[in-house]
């Protein structure tokens, strides 16, 4: 372009050519910045628009990425936590057993009776209990006698001499006493009534 003014100013002197030329050229270059900026304008908000089209849908990718491996973290430690908590209540239960059995054993070592023992001696007091009240119910109740109006005067007797004769009666036959085994024996004794 350049080229195509100086061909048609080639008859004015060399100096004031020159400084045409320069000025030509100036306002040349200044038209080309003016075009280049205008297009630009054009298509720099097309470019921007399409730059902002990509980006959005490198950020939707970008998230859903990102969202499928903290999904997938997630699901690992839950897994973990479930895995160790599992784990845990194991040992738990096992810790827990191991020191039932202890003190159970210390308690059996002090005479103390265990929760079956003592379950067994309630069992056996209510054998017992049924069995003594259908005693009671075929047993004849024993007759009353009359009591005279007027009691005959006792001759008097030494204490001593009383004391002999019902000392020497026979008690009446009892049922005999369960065997206690000797881890509820202590037990017996210490019930309240």
Sequence with gaps: MVKKLQK???SATPGVQLSGSVKDSAQQIWQAGLGAFTRAQAEGTKAFEALVKEGTSI???TQAAAEEKLSEATNKMSNM???ISSKASGQWDKLENIFEERVAKALNKLGVPSAKDV???IDRIEELNKTV???SAKAPAPKATPAPATAP???AVEPKAAAKPAAKKAPA???AAPKIPKSVA???TNTPS
């Design 8 to 10: 048609g100013k080639a």
């Design 59 to 61: 950020q939707r990718k």
């Design 173 to 175: 036959k009892r049922a």
């Design 133 to 135: 009240q259908k005693l």
């Design 81 to 83: 936590a479930t895995d």
């Design 119 to 121: 379950t067994a001696l």
């Design 186 to 188: 202590p037990a017996a």
């Design 153 to 155: 005067k006792a001759k």
